[in-house]
């Protein structure tokens, strides 16, 4: 019966069946011996991480496997040989590969912790000048010149709201750090 | 401030007389930040390190509670000042080992210490003496608050703190208790204390960090998991397995006691004697001969006021400290001289245990 049984990796029978339970959920495994060898899964304190890289190539959604990410060029190979990615952005660009692993790694799956803040808001107000600056060129553009007035005003407090932001941040980076 | 005045000065871990605690010898907690728009340090090009090093270091000069720190490149250390940083577990080896970019910026009274471009952009990190969770956070999350209002941390509504390594998504907090665990090593009960405690879902490692051994029955105990739980969840559990490890281990000394207070006076009493009458010592039997003597104190063989002297040979016996207090750079050998001169000095006038109170009983 052991033929029914194929490698996950490779589809050859499988001769190594692993079996984890991680956070109370069953996780199945079935290797052949050399896609077993070559994942490390033979040595006990490596297979976790083994287990989590699998789980991630794995993956159906194998679109994002020959991806890039925009910001920072990392590719998924790159995270199979480091075990960590190359920038806050590769989570977004590597969404599909994250979210399975997040499963067997952590207690939940979201954030629930501490916040930001002002960091946020001050994002926040930066991306809102922008966003009223695109709009009232179009509105000037298109001769909207009630709206244009009105966005012009909004454009202004927000200017001001971001730069008071901004200053408190540079006022801090202005002062010589200390030896 | 100087890093060579820095090391010169108290520090929380080797003179402090607080830690009252028997088991629990010092509290950590170390939060992983990035700059949003950055590539991690280890993905990162060599100008935008020191780019990302140099507003980390202005942020944090800037910042009251580093008021007064040592902040520099650690191109700027010595070999020897960086491993005197790691036996104080202010930085870690990766850091030590860094070669561009890498920063550090430690407080004067060494318990806040901010690593710069080590896995993460910033790893903050609190350090206090004996079993103070709630003080150690309240005093990093108050550093990070002031931090997050000078940089802008890279942050996902549902992932959290973005870390180079999923492993730390979310609160990319770990809380670490350096614990005392001689009766459970004596009595051969780790393994299943590891076992339980892994299911747990917290991680035991030895004293410094991952892959080291447990000189000393001294081990690590941290949160293995980050996202979906708040700081103050992660803490509390964290803070009950630590109190339900605190009593095994006392219980363990208990059972110690009644089925054969000899054997275990003996191993006490052979220690005081070796510290007090030392020639070589090597960094392992010293700490594993000190551990015995902490234990000792705790079963009041030893006056109270010998509790400091350990947990500050503890750190003093460590190669980087001995080699510190020498004029010249000794070999392995001549440290061990060296070392069992420190200590024997340090023992001459401690005074003999006393069995008596165990033996009325």
């Not at chain 2, 750190?315 to 060296?338: F, K, Y």
Request: charged share 25%; aromatic share 4%.
């Amino acid at each position: 019966m052991a033929s029914s049984l194929k490698c996950d990796l490779c589809g050859k029978s499988a001769t190594v069946h692993l079996t984890q339970i991680v956070n109370g959920k069953m996780h199945k495994v079935d290797l052949c011996e050399a896609c077993a060898q070559a994942k490390g899964v033979t040595d006990p304190g490596g297979f976790s991480l083994a287990d989590l890289l699998l789980k991630a190539s794995l993956n159906p959604e194998e679109t994002t496997l020959g991806t890039e990410c925009p910001t920072c060029g990392f590719k998924p190979s790159d995270f199979k040989k480091l075990g960590r990615f190359g920038c806050p952005q590769c989570y977004r660009t590597f969404e599909g590969m994250v979210s399975p692993m997040l499963d067997n790694m952590h207690k939940g799956t979201r954030h629930v912790g501490k916040v930001p803040h002002q960091a946020i808001e001050r994002r926040t107000l930066i991306e809102r000048v922008t966003e009223l600056e695109g709009a009232l060129a179009a509105a000037i553009k298109t001769e909207r010149y009630e709206d244009a007035a009105r966005l012009r005003d909004e454009l202004v407090q927000a200017r001001l709201a971001a730069s008071t932001s901004a200053a408190q941040s540079a006022g801090a980076r202005a002062t010589p750090a200390r030896s | 401030m100087k890093i060579s005045a820095l090391l010169a000065s108290p520090s929380e871990l080797t003179d402090t007389a607080s830690s009252k605690c028997a088991v629990v010898l010092m509290t950590r907690i170390r939060l992983a930040r990035n700059l949003a728009g950055h590539s991690f340090p280890g993905w990162c090009k060599e100008a935008q390190r020191e780019a990302v090093l140099e507003r980390c270091r202005e942020a944090l000069g800037a910042a009251a509670p580093m008021k007064r720190s040592v902040n520099v490149p650690v191109s700027e250390l010595t070999e020897l000042q960086k491993q005197i940083l790691v036996e104080r577990h202010l930085i870690s080896r990766e850091l030590s080992g860094s070669k561009h970019g890498g920063g550090l910026v430690i407080n004067r009274d060494q318990t806040c210490s901010v690593m710069i471009n080590e896995e993460d952009h910033l790893r903050i990190q609190v350090l206090r003496a004996g079993f103070q969770l709630k003080k150690a956070w309240s005093q990093i999350d108050s550093l990070d608050t002031e931090l997050e209002g000078r940089l802008d941390y890279a942050f996902d509504p549902a992932l959290g703190y973005l870390t180079a390594c999923p492993t730390n998504l979310g609160t990319g907090m770990r809380a670490s208790a350096m614990m005392h665990l001689p009766a459970l090593v004596i009595s051969s009960q780790m393994e299943k204390v590891v076992r339980a405690v892994n299911q747990l879902g917290m991680v035991v490692r030895g004293l410094f960090g991952e892959g080291s051994d447990a000189s000393g029955s001294i081990f690590q105990i941290s949160n293995q998991t980050t996202l979906g739980e708040s700081e103050e969840a992660i803490l509390k559990r964290l803070g009950s397995v630590l109190q339900s490890i605190i009593e095994h281990e006392l219980n363990a000394r208990e059972k110690l006691l009644e089925a054969d207070a000899a054997k275990l006076f003996d191993k006490i009493g052979r220690a005081y004697g070796i510290l007090q009458n030392c020639h070589q010592l090597s960094s392992s039997e010293a700490m594993n001969l000190l551990s015995l003597l902490r234990l000792g104190i705790d079963l009041g063989l030893f006056p109270e006021t010998t509790r400091a002297l350990t947990d500050r040979l503890f750190i003093e016996a460590q190669p980087g400290h001995v080699q510190a207090a020498a004029r010249n750079e000794l070999d392995s050998s001549q440290r061990d001289a060296l070392r069992a001169d420190n200590i024997r000095t340090e023992f001459a006038a401690i005074a003999r245990p006393d069995f008596s109170l165990h033996q009325k009983s």
